[in-house]
């Protein structure tokens, strides 16, 4: 797989701590422990760049890393199961719902969803956020390796069998896995036509 320069650039506790907004984003968030770290990793070829632990919870930041000099790519706190105070799973979602709402360089959310498991009420409510709002996002299935093809085919099946339910159309989904590299050309591909296409919107914006 082909390495995409990459590199860790800051973390902020809110959105006012983020960089200036000349770049377009792209967030990547998801339940505790679904495998941001090692997508991100994947993706960007850069082995060890998102740190990765068993433990949930281990992001509480906003962790920017610039991709090829010309995006971000925004590691953004968990949210689910992570074992921590009311308190602070309040500070994670407000600290999440403020920075997708009104972070004008973001172009795209990508929600991740791990594929061994059945539909999840929190990743369900997220996305329900998500719509009510109208923020683009799109799906991103993980772990696949860790379980059979037909497996997979089946529990990403009844997780749009369940968002048909209250979706007319249904967001772009991808199906991955950070120890194959499934799924890392189509995402990349993805993130360079919104580059192409609403990239220079921001730069023009911000001069």
Sequence with gaps: MSTQPASYVMSANDRNGCPHERYPEYSFVGRSNVGK?????????????????ATPGKTRLLNYYMVEDSWYLVDVPGYGFAKISKTERERWEHLIHDYILHRQSLLYTFVLIDSRLEPQKSDLAFITWMGQHVLPFCLVFTKTDKISHNKVHSNVAAFRKELEKDWEELPPMFITSSLSGKGKAEILEFIKKCNQEFGPLISEARQ
Excluded: D, P, Q, Y
């Design 37 to 53: 770290s090692s997508l991100i990793n994947m993706l960007t070829g850069v082995k060890g760049l998102a740190r990765t632990s």
